[in-house]
């Protein structure tokens, strides 16, 4: 059953690093997102993506963070300058349509740690 | 905007026992909604969905869950706990382009 995947499992950093998280998305599929999950909190939205742009983002998708789809095939969420409080477990999503009865599938997630 | 609300952060139930996780939503369109299971340093997967075609909802692992329109509500159950339930559960509302709105999370413990 194909599956979205996300690496590294886990990422330690040191504060004011740039780190780069790796999604590989279902390949079919058709939009893309980040979401996270700090320590013991909800999942919350970072941003969603459609042909080659972000279509919506949250606020603590500030300038410090970029996605990209390089090649066609991965998903990354680049942090530009790494702070303590963006330690969290990051996940990855993507679902075949946009519209909000789609399910969406989630990979397995990224831990960062910011030291 | 739309949101979430799941009342009580934590439930035990004793194994055999109905589990009842419950879930309000707010939402000023028909809503999508959505349950996911959370393992201990697991992703997210999805139980059950909710797009409008039928109240009541079957997923996988025996869940269920029921759209109650009147009471903004979308409370997942399941007749009789299982140890391997014992997991942190998540509900969701999805707004426009797919993008969600998780609720704070229920932590379902199961005892022996």
């Known amino acids: 059953e194909p599956e979205v995947t996300q690496t590294p499992s886990h990422q330690v950093t040191q504060m004011g690093q740039e780190v780069i998280l790796r999604c590989v998305p279902i390949?079919?599929?058709?939009?893309f997102y980040w979401y996270r999950q700090i320590l013991g909190q909800k999942v919350e939205f970072l941003v969603s993506?459609?042909?080659?742009?972000?279509?919506?983002k949250s606020e603590i998708f500030d300038d410090q963070f970029s996605v990209e789809r390089p090649d066609g095939s991965n998903f990354t969420l680049k942090i530009r300058s790494t702070k303590l409080e963006d330690s969290a477990m990051y996940f990855c999503?993507?679902?075949?349509?946009?519209?909000?009865?789609?399910?969406?599938?989630f990979g397995p997630g990224t831990r960062l740690t910011v030291l | 905007a739309q949101s979430v609300t799941q009342l009580g952060s934590h439930v035990s139930v004793s194994e055999g026992a109905l589990v009842l996780l419950r879930c309000n939503y707010s939402?000023?369109?028909?809503?999508?909604l959505f349950w996911y299971v959370q393992y201990p340093n697991q992703g997210l997967q999805l139980l059950l969905k909710?797009?409008?075609?039928?109240?009541l909802v079957k997923g996988i692992n025996g869940f269920e869950a029921e759209f109650k329109k009147s009471e903004t509500s979308f409370h997942l159950t399941k007749p009789s706990a299982h140890m391997s339930d014992a997991a942190e559960y998540f509900c969701?509302?999805?707004?426009?382009?797919?993008?969600?709105?998780f609720g704070d999370g229920t932590t379902l413990t199961v005892k022996p």
């Open positions: 999503a993507s679902s075949p349509q946009g519209g909000s009865y789609n399910e969406q599938f």
């Open positions: 939402s000023s369109v028909p809503p999508y």
């Open positions: 909710y797009t409008s075609a039928a109240t």
């Open positions: 969701a509302v999805s707004e426009r382009a797919g993008k969600s709105t």
């Open positions: 390949s079919n599929h058709l939009y």
């Open positions: 993506f459609y042909n080659n742009e972000i279509s919506e």
